[in-house]
């Protein structure tokens, strides 16, 4: 007989509260997407499932820019598809560069030199970028076989400038692998013209599916170096795994959103609403933590802590009484900023005047510590 009697949380009721998730993602699922996710399930290995992962291969080169025949829907999250890109790509011993401005370079380096690459890092500050003049130079003292960008840095709210990288890294029979996670779907991002070899993303952000799909691209000289390698991956990729159907019929349902509305559009809008935030922001008198308005990321706005307030508690003031998510720093931005993303289904004016409107309650009722 048991003898771990049925754990009493597990006879109540499920809660998940309705929230706005205005923080850095996940961010709300229109009912269009919860309601393909939550269709019948289908065998992963039916015909229509095919024909749905081959439309989902599609809706990702439309989304990318790219003709890659090796673009995929993987399973799991963006750091899934972050660890898949590195594992697949560089072998141990090999030279890898990774520029670090935040937390998702911090974590590629990571991922590499576990694996046993030989990891160089180019650091800035949360909030700053490089230059391809520092890129090119590092490329040639280091001669890396891979390097790291993060398009979106959603811990700083940074959209690093790409165009030129890829020739750069060509130039230096190098691999570009770039993350775009967060900024996928919010600001321009052309895989092909821009000689990006990887490119990544999540389902959770501008696309709006639940998290739990990562599409992930590959461009034959990625496949190249991948499949002439002299030692196995430690990561095996792809098959033989049963999917996550439902997230697939989610994620499929996002692309079609995504290729209807048009990526142009989409990153239109992004782009003003966002700038609607701002006018926000700067009349609350709070301060826009990456001061150059062309860097910044559209989905995710960084706010540097305004002088004398606990950050914890103007999140948890506007949680508590705006069933409303916005989030600090994560990283090495903890402690320098709050983050407010409105993204995809939820990037609408109307949205950013909730979140304001609770921004300004909470600075309002938030004790100010005395200096
Ligand atoms: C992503 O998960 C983030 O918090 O930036």
Known sequence: SVTIPPPPCMLRPLEAPLRYLFGPGPSNVPPRILTAGGRPIIGHLHPEMYEIMNDIK????????????????????????????????????????????????????????????????????????????????????????????????????????????????????????????????????????????ILYTGSQKALNAPPGTAPISFNDRACHKMFNRKTKPVQICLYHHTGPVSGFFALRESLAILAEKGLEESWRKHKEVAAYLYRGLEDLGLKLFIPERDLRLPSVTTIAIPEGYNWRELLAYIMKHHQMEMTGGLGPSIGMVMRIGLMGYNCEKTNADMALHALADALKNCKKSKA
Request: glycine residues 10%; charged residues 20%; proline residues 4%.
């Open 58 to 197: 599609q809706g990702i080169q439309y989304a990318f820019q790219t003709e890659n025949n090796m673009t995929i829907a993987m399973s799991g999250s963006g750091h899934a598809a972050m660890e898949c890109a590195v594992f697949n790509t560089v072998e141990p011993g090999e030279s890898v560069l990774v520029a670090i401005n935040g937390i998702w370079g911090e974590r590629v380096a990571e991922i590499a030199e576990r694996m046993g690459a030989n990891v160089h890092t180019m650091v800035k500050t949360p909030g700053g970028y490089f230059s391809n003049k520092e890129i090119e130079q590092a490329m040639e003292k280091y001669k890396p076989v891979l390097f790291f960008l993060t398009h979106g840095e959603s811990s700083a709210g940074l959209c690093h400038p790409v165009d030129g990288i890829g020739d750069i890294c060509r130039k230096h029979n190098c691999l570009f692998l770039v993350d775009t996670v967060a900024s996928l779907g919010a600001a321009p991002i052309f895989m092909d013209k821009q000689n990006i070899d």
